[in-house]
């Protein structure tokens, strides 16, 4: 082994240690750092793909996607990245009329906007979350239709074929919807099965699909794919969303907002 390539790859180790922290980095970003030109840089990246220790994306690298196999209980999660679920549960609640229909699906970030749902009137919200049916009955002024099913306590909502039934005699104006997972290659992804098939059928009675996320969701990807994102009208999430996946969204025709 000669002594420019004992540097490469003491480069290489480097740029994964970096990327496991950062979880993505541009070409120039990696060339600045190291001193060595772009080409250098693509060239290790290269490398590092084919040896499937990085993912290469468009301008840069970023970690290889963790698969959730399960998620962190909802009364955890509503203490991780509160302030940008608040924003993203306002940004969602002014994209509802009122009068509307719709489907509400739990999860902390669901729940940010049955928050944000106060300053509306008359609508109507069918929802499986045991939390957001306790927020819009305190705040008094909606129609509230809740699923049927089998409690799930970690998430304090209700799973199963009943509900699957109920929701095939329904059609909402909007569905929104949080997601275990996302990226532009596998679009949505959940734990399970059963939990990916209900979440089809949510999609299903709706005239516009609203995904919900912040943007840490970006960084993993849950077991079960449900769909693309080609099947998403609208989707609401952090400024944390970095520019070339924003881009690749944006370019599927998708209604990005970023908050």
Same mark, same amino acid.
């Given at each position: /082994? ?7 790859? %003491?480069?290489?180790? +480097? !740029?994964?240690? =970096? @990327?496991? %922290? $950062? ?19 693509? $060239? ?13 994306? +468009? #301008?840069?690298? /970023?970690?290889?996607?963790? @698969? ?8 955890? $999660? ?10 993203? *549960? ?5 994209? !509802?009329?009122? *009068?509307?229909?719709?489907?509400? &699906? ?11 749902? +106060? ?15 306790? %927020? ?9 239709? /809740?699923? #049927? ?8 909502? @209700?799973?199963?074929?009943? &509900?699957? &039934? ?18 532009? #290659?596998?679009? =949505? ?22 995904? !919900? ?47």
């Amino acid at each position: /082994m000669t002594h420019t390539d004992f540097l490469s790859l %003491e480069r290489q180790d +480097h !740029i994964v240690k =970096l @990327v496991t %922290e $950062r979880g993505r980095l541009t070409v120039p970003e990696l060339s600045q750092l190291f001193d060595v030109s772009d080409a250098t840089i693509r $060239r290790d990246l290269a490398a590092l793909a084919a040896q499937n220790r990085v993912q290469r994306v +468009h #301008g840069g690298v /970023m970690r290889l996607q963790s @698969v959730a196999t399960r998620e962190i209980p909802i009364v955890l $999660r509503q203490k991780t990245h509160i302030e940008e679920k608040e924003r993203i *549960g306002l940004a969602t609640a002014a994209l !509802i009329q009122d *009068g509307e229909t719709l489907l509400l &699906s739990g999860g902390s970030t669901g729940l940010c906007v049955a928050r944000q749902l +106060h300053q509306h009137h008359d609508l109507t919200v069918v929802t499986d979350s045991l939390l957001v049916i306790n %927020e819009l009955l305190q705040q008094g002024q909606h129609k509230v239709i /809740m699923l #049927g099913g089998t409690i799930d306590p970690e998430e304090q909502a @209700v799973r199963g074929t009943l &509900s699957r &039934s109920v929701l095939a005699q329904l059609q909402v104006d909007k569905v929104i919807i949080g997601t275990k997972g996302i990226s532009v #290659g596998r679009g =949505l992804s959940a734990e399970t099965p059963e939990e990916a098939e209900l979440f089809r059928t949510y999609l299903s009675i709706a005239d516009h699909v609203i995904v !919900i996320t912040d943007s840490s969701k970006f960084e993993q990807s849950a077991l079960v794919q449900v769909v693309s994102l080609d099947a998403i009208h609208t989707l609401v999430t952090d400024t944390g969303l970095d520019s070339d996946t924003a881009e690749q969204i944006r370019e599927k025709g998708i209604y990005l907002i970023l908050v």
